[in-house]
């Protein structure tokens, strides 16, 4: 469980940094982890309500933070 609450942080920390992305995106941000727990991290962030996947066109996913997300962010910098 380490390994998955280690990649969750480093998903959570790039989308804060560079913003929503698509999947294929986020996996080449990750080149030390493989699709599958890319993948696997980001469900279970998304069951979370940490991040949201969003479908803008019809072959086309975006992951951004949840609002959330954003606000538990703003909080802990406090």
């Known amino acids: 469980m ?7 942080s480093i998903i959570l920390q790039d989308l804060k940094q560079l913003g929503p ?5 986020l996996v ?3 080149p030390a982890y493989t699709w599958n727990q890319v993948f696997s991290a980001v469900d279970q962030l998304c069951r979370d309500g940490r991040l949201t996947l969003r479908q803008p066109s019809r072959f086309a996913y975006l992951i951004s933070l949840s609002s959330a997300a954003i606000s ?3 909080n802990s910098v406090v």
């Open 2 to 8: 380490a390994l998955a609450c280690g990649i969750a």
């Open 21 to 25: 992305c698509t999947p294929e995106e």
């Open 28 to 30: 080449q941000r990750l």
């Open 72 to 74: 538990e962010q703003r």
